[in-house]
């Protein structure tokens, strides 16, 4: 198959979700390719503009029904939580580069058109884009650090080294967490919803 910026990013990007970023190098690239490393050069510029790209196909992995804005945004914000955690070292960099790539581009006009269509004005849109942004991507650096489960049996662990001065710690662990209270599913979701109804707040009253 002939060498093409698609076909090396493709590469790249099994080699992060593989490794994380920080194990990516164009020689590796090339040598997963099959190819010597200057070759890469034609289709990607440097280390930079590969994150560049890695980064905008995570962007198009996003997707979401253009409709209802409070669905529309539920739905995207859902789609975003499930894309960093294929691509967990996306975290962090999803707004972090200087050249937005297109889908990266398309992805931001669709929810800013999707919140105006909704009702909200420019102000409260761009208030109502960056919570929800923070929101998901704080959710998805959380989940990562956490074990996959939080269960009785992570909660006894944590327990074991239990703290007299954390008394409130220690209740939530034996009263929450070893009773299965936190289930990360239900927790985004709770913590979405609240949001939602927050956002609501902000459209103007019916005339």
């Not at 990266?104 to 669709?110: A, D, F, G, S, Y």
Request: glycine fraction near 8%.
């Amino acid at each position: 198959m002939p060498l093409s910026r698609d076909h090396v990013l493709q590469a790249a990007l099994t080699l992060a979700d593989e490794a994380g970023v920080e194990a990516l190098s164009m020689r590796k690239l090339a040598k997963t390719l099959g190819v010597e490393a200057m070759s890469l050069y034609g289709h990607v510029k440097h280390k930079e503009d590969l994150l560049d790209g890695l980064v905008d196909l995570v962007w198009g992995e996003i997707e979401y029904p253009e409709g209802d804005w409070r669905a529309s945004m539920r739905e995207r914000a859902w789609s975003t939580r499930a894309a960093l955690r294929r691509h967990r070292w996306a975290i962090g960099l999803m707004e972090a580069r200087s050249n937005p790539g297109p889908n990266n581009i398309r992805e931001h006009e669709k929810m800013l058109r999707c919140l105006r269509r909704g009702g909200f004005s420019v102000a409260h849109t761009a208030r109502a884009s960056s919570i929800l942004d923070a929101y998901a991507y704080g959710w998805a650096l959380q989940e990562r650090a956490l074990p996959d489960e939080l269960n009785a049996e992570v909660a006894e662990r944590m327990l074991r080294f239990e703290d007299p001065t954390v008394p409130y710690t220690a209740q939530m662990l034996r009263e929450h967490i070893a009773t299965g209270g936190y289930d990360f599913e239900a927790e985004f979701t709770f913590g979405l919803e609240l949001i939602l109804n927050g956002i609501a707040s902000l459209l103007p009253a019916p005339a």
